[in-house]
């Protein structure tokens, strides 16, 4: 036990809600009704996070994951189950736990809105009681792995969208906490942001061996950052393993990109087991030339697509 | 590694950031301006309709001209703290509704006070001073003493008069927890306030007890403010009104912070 | 513009506003509540004046008066200036004016659901509980016609007065202070807070000119019949007041608004 971070038994989280009608005659009867149905957000989730580990934790839209986060961080009591943060009870004792970890809301900032970042950092600084010393070792880094100098006298309210979640994400880690939970980092950035993001995840969790959760759509993050990935689909946990080993689980599939006449590419997904290979592009030469060809190992994209639409079963 | 966060903490942490949130006000003066200015009209409206008034009606309820000015300075003084200190709570609706309220609940310290500090607003200090002004003009009127005992009296049942408005502001607040569209219970309560100035005698049978107990805008002027004005005859509600105050608050933030755990953060 | 376009936002305005339906009865509830604070002041204010009829106005009047005036309010309460911020700040404003319809028509129709609301839920339980109370001191004839096309009008006027507030929030963010100014202004020169015919005569002068006597002052006038307005003579300069400054306001309004979005857009707010 003393080796995680994170430890998680038969998490269950059910929420009430009303059976709502149709249409404008059933907006009337709702005002007066009683009909209440329960949908279960997360079935029986276990879940164990080695400290310094970065897992993926993934699943389509309303799979359950931003439920999951918020049990993680004690905003949620779960309905059934266990949940043990840094060895504690995250939703009994919030303050302590919330002192053990960091949370970024890509999209959310939860800087004062009109500070300039250094004061929000002083002022997270006095939150979280962190000793001067330690403060000023932990804004050495941050400036040995970012150019901070643009932002650090910036209101959060003038910053681009990038220079906001890069500066939410140092705020994250200035506590120096045991997790942090990233959710969708790198959403709505550009190519160079997202990249500037990853490594400063990496090189943070690297150097203080912080243990990162990070919730995503982009499967860029997950190759940069994650070995280890989990899957939740319907509340349900459906994977949880390294991604080389569901890569080896689709090890016979191949993606093939074909140049054609036209100088434009197709790509398909193949079954080597139940496909050959030259038989596709042969049919397909038949059809119009072909100029290039090249083939690739399936994508980190296509494995979680596969898993999504339900064909790992 | 495990903090111990006392009343030390807290005042220290709120004085930081009502510093820097000063600083950063200064730099948005329009803003600044367009507030003062909204104060200023609200201020002179109240007096306004407190004027027609008295121009149609001389008395209320055996209460002359003065007196009744007297009342409304003492509640525009009374609702200082929760202009100034209290003011976030009209956001917290939108908040919630949009699910950005989570981030509240990440950082090691009391939701209510992290949610509350966010937010200083200066403009309450013009409704104070309008306040001061109203008060001081109706004593002289009035020929009250004036003496170090009054005057801490006076601050004393002030702040317990405050006391009572912060407590029906944060319970109308809290009400978004549970009810999506409570926009309207804000604006209402805000209402409601604009008969604090009027003597609480005016109610009768269960509406005085509504008015004193469950809403309680009897002790934001009325209670509190005849411990100056009728010190011979005071009611024994006007003397337990800082404990009830108190008790109120309490309530009021217990509520809140109820309705921050029943909240199930599903809006995103 | 298609009308069924325009009734489609307002049946989904109304499916809206009934979705929330605690909210719906806690609002009742504080109205309630509201009137009942209402009643005791102005009955302890008659009391204590110890005559009858206050410029033309007895007890019943006022009280009738006031407790229309505030479910009047109710019914044209609209939190355009608190939404309209809220999109400027969160960048939402920017999807509102990409929809394939003009900006401040959409907004309106957005709201008419829950003026359709309100109005079966608050305007028309507290008349049918005035009428039941005062034994019909209210005239049930025409004038209920008036009233509607009055109040109808009223809501024009009101929004457009929304409208031009909440247009100076693409200017600042201090979107309280907009609010409040407009509340009282509003509240006060209406005589939603007090009749206007307490006010002096000064005041009174000048309020007639002004437009909030449009929101409320004329349509309460039109139902309780008084000033003139149970005759076609009485009645024909209140809703021409009424229109011109809703021609007034519109394009004033428009006008704002226009050069305002064009303003931000070029500077890329």
């Avoid at chain 1, 150097?207 to 899957?231: P, S």
Wanted: hydrophobic letters at 50%.
């Amino acid at each position: 036990m003393e080796d995680y971070a994170l430890v998680m038994k038969d998490v269950c989280k059910d929420f009430k809600v009303l059976n709502r009608h149709e249409g404008l005659k059933g907006s009337i009867q709702d005002l007066f009704s009683r009909d209440y149905k329960t949908i279960s957000a997360v079935k029986d989730v276990s879940l164990n996070v080695k400290r310094g580990e970065i897992i993926g934790y993934l699943g389509p839209n309303g799979a359950g994951k931003s439920t999951t986060i918020k049990m993680m961080t004690g905003v949620l009591e779960p309905t059934s189950g266990e949940i043990l943060v840094n060895g504690k009870v995250p939703y009994k004792n919030r303050t302590e736990n919330c002192e053990n970890i960091g949370v970024v809301f890509g999209q959310r900032s939860q800087l004062w809105w009109s500070l300039p970042l250094i004061e929000s950092f002083k002022l997270l600084r006095d939150i979280y009681m962190v000793p001067k010393n330690e403060y000023n070792d932990m804004i050495e880094l941050y400036k040995s792995l970012v150019d901070i100098e643009p932002i650090i006298n910036k209101p959060v309210r003038q910053m681009s969208l990038g220079q906001r979640t890069l500066s939410d994400i140092l705020a994250a880690f200035l506590h120096n906490p045991a997790i942090v939970f990233l959710d969708e980092p790198t959403i709505g950035l550009d190519v160079s942001m997202k990249d500037k993001i990853r490594s400063l995840i990496k090189g943070l969790n690297k150097e203080k061996n912080t243990t990162v959760i990070l919730t995503t759509h982009d499967m860029g993050d997950v190759d940069a950052l994650c070995k280890r990935i989990v899957i939740i689909d319907k509340g349900t946990k459906i994977y949880d393993n390294d991604i080389e080993h569901l890569k080896s689980y689709f090890g016979s599939y191949r993606t093939l990109h074909m140049r054609l006449a036209d100088d434009t590419w197709e790509s398909m997904l193949i079954d080597e087991k139940e496909t050959d290979i030259m038989d596709v592009i042969m049919r397909k030469q038949k059809e119009t030339k072909i100029k290039d060809i090249r083939l690739e190992e399936i994508s980190t994209e296509e494995v979680i697509k596969k898993i999504y639409e339900g064909d790992a079963a | 590694m495990e903090h111990v966060r006392g009343l030390a903490f807290y005042t220290k942490l709120y004085r930081k950031i009502l510093v820097q949130d000063l600083k950063t006000k200064m730099s948005y003066r329009a803003d600044f301006i367009i507030s003062t200015i909204g104060m200023i009209m609200t201020n002179l409206s109240g007096f306004v309709t407190f004027l027609i008034l008295f121009r149609n009606f001389p008395t209320i309820n055996g209460w002359d001209y003065y007196h009744m000015l007297f009342l409304y300075g003492f509640s525009l003084v009374a609702l200082t703290p929760v202009q100034c200190f209290f003011d976030n709570n009209w956001n917290l609706r939108f908040m919630v509704y949009s699910g950005d309220f989570i981030k509240y609940c990440f950082r090691p310290v009391n939701v209510f006070f992290y949610f509350i500090s966010e937010v200083f607003d200066v403009k309450g200090l013009g409704q104070l001073a309008f306040g001061i002004g109203t008060l001081v003009y109706s004593w002289i009127h009035i020929g009250l003493p004036v003496s170090f005992m009054i005057i801490l009296k006076l601050i004393v049942f002030l702040i317990t008069a405050s006391l009572f408005m912060i407590a029906l502001m944060n319970a109308a607040a809290a009400t978004c927890f549970w009810i999506k569209n409570s926009g309207y219970v804000m604006v209402i309560m805000f209402r409601f306030k604009d008969f604090a100035k009027y003597p609480a005698s005016i109610f009768s049978g269960i509406f005085k007890v509504i008015f004193t107990f469950v809403i309680p805008i009897a002790f934001v002027a009325y209670y509190p403010s005849l411990v100056i004005l009728d010190p011979d005859n005071v009611p024994l509600l006007s003397l337990l009104s800082p404990v009830l105050g108190i008790l109120f608050f309490y309530l009021s933030y217990k509520f809140w912070m109820l309705g921050v755990r029943k909240y199930d953060f599903t809006g995103s | 513009m298609n009308p069924r376009k325009l009734l489609a936002l307002t049946r989904a305005g109304i499916m809206e506003s009934l979705q929330f339906r605690l909210g719906t009865f806690v609002t009742l509830f504080a109205n309630l509540i509201y009137l009942v604070l209402v009643y005791y002041l102005w009955k302890a204010i008659y009391a204590s004046s110890g005559v009858d009829v206050v410029n033309g106005m007895t007890f019943t009047d006022t009280m009738i008066y006031l407790i229309l005036a505030t479910s009047l309010f109710n019914f044209l309460e609209m939190f355009v200036v608190w939404d309209m911020s809220r999109s400027i700040q969160s960048g939402k404003i920017i999807l509102d004016l990409l929809k394939p319809m003009k900006f401040r028509r959409y907004t309106f129709w957005s709201y008419s659901g829950s003026h359709v609301v309100s109005f079966f839920l608050t305007f028309l339980p507290t008349f049918v509980v005035v009428m039941i109370i005062t034994h019909g001191a209210i005239h049930m004839g025409l004038n209920l016609i008036w009233f509607v096309i009055a109040t109808v009008f009223a809501l024009l006027i009101n929004f457009n007065i929304e409208m031009l507030v909440a247009t100076v929030c693409l200017y600042t963010e201090s979107t309280w202070g907009i609010n409040i100014v407009k509340e009282t202004i509003v509240l006060l020169l209406s005589g939603a807070s007090i009749p206007i015919a307490f006010f002096p005569d000064k005041l009174k002068t000048v309020v007639e000119y002004m437009p909030f006597r449009g929101v409320y002052d004329i349509p309460l006038t039109i139902l309780l019949q008084k000033n003139g307005s149970d005759t076609l003579e009485g009645l024909l300069p209140m809703f021409l007041f009424q229109l011109i400054w809703i021609v007034i306001l519109t394009a004033a309004g428009t006008l704002f608004w226009n050069y305002s979005v064009k303003k931000i857009t070029v500077n890329g707010g």
